[in-house]
């Protein structure tokens, strides 16, 4: 497409439209340290030979594994992927495939969403679970906007342990609106404070994370009780699914709405995207959920089929009857996420969980008898939060020479918790890759 820029009688009739005086007025809320000023100031252009050079230089300044050891997980995690599952995805009639409208022409792609959202309600333990959202953090954000719909009240209560990207999205979400987020402090063994919630009248949902930012496991029985004595929803986020091949899975903790990342199933990390949005709820408050749920059906000659059963957006209905405007969400993602989850099996999953929590669970071990203080005693899945010595930047860095990541630093998130840094340890990392870890930290 030929590109044609705006005329000065088309600026001038779209800005009378915005009822804007100028440009500058009409982008006024954009800062202005991000605003583009002056030329671009582009190099010279390159061959096609001189760009891979170039582009094989910019790839040798990445921190990536195996090379690099890196320990922190903080909501994108590293995973083995079985090799199945890449062949599967890159077959060209998945990889090729757009939004089933037509049925009858898609009939491969709907009953490969049907068996995503089958894995994924029995993952979750909840009765239905929808074709996918865009990433975690949307998924939340979808998700309370999902209880205010079904509670008509307009206070949120969300834990300051749900990872700190994921509350930004939420707060982005909620800023054009009349709802209004409370967070609710964290205690001393790294669990929310859910007392704070007891002076906090017409909530529409209590949100927290399990295991949450810091890897603590929250006891979401007890979230959903006090949940419940409030008349609000309960609604839980994840960042690592696969802790539920361990733990009880949030249905059968009495959770309204299971929300979270679903990266660590069968999807690379890739610098933090493309990912995929899982979500799933009671069945009594399917018809708010957002995205698209695909249903099994029966054709007029009574043969099995899938369709769209429900597609809440705005698109499909009305506008003031849409649920979200989510589009053609994560699909190969989503189609990742079921190749993964059929290609472990529920026995793999479990038996890869306790291999994360076993790895985990050593490198904890070992950084306490080198003398390091783990601030926090709840339980934890697969990373934890290490208090390092003054200066530990310095080590740091030097690590980092050495091709070893040692964990992220909590500071820029939670300022009163300068030194201490947030430590992943999954199936990927050996035995000695962690008394190497711990040899270079001592030093």
Known sequence: MRY?????????????VAKAESLEELFSTIPEECRLTGNHNLPEPLTEWELNDHIDALAKNMAVPP???????????????????SYLLSRSEFVTSYTPYQPEMSQGTLQAIFEYQTLTSRLLGMEVANASLYDGASALAEAILMATRITRKNKIAVSSLIHPMYRRVVETYLKPTDFEMIELPYLENGRTDLTALDGIQDLAAVAVQSPNFFGCIEDLKTVGEKAQGKKALCITSFTEPLAYGLLKNPGSLGVDIACGEGQSMGI????GGPVLGMFAAKMKYVRNMPGRLVGETKDQDGKRGFVLTLSTREQHIRREKATSNICTNSGLCALASAIYMASVGGTG???LALLNHDKAAYLKSELEKAGFTVPFSSPFFNEFVVKFPDGFETTYQRLIENKIVAGLSLAPFYPELSGHYLMCSTETKSKEDIDILIREVKS
Not at 72 to 84: D, L, N, R, T
Not at 268 to 271: A, E, L, T, V, W
């Open 268 to 271: 690379p990390q890739s610098f």
């Open 67 to 85: 090379e690099y050891k890196i320990f922190i997980g903080a909501g994108s995690y590293e995973h083995y992927i079985p090799s199945s599952a």
């Open 4 to 16: 044609l820029p705006h005329t000065d009688e088309n600026i001038a009739s779209m800005l009378k």
């Open 349 to 351: 999953i479990r038996e």
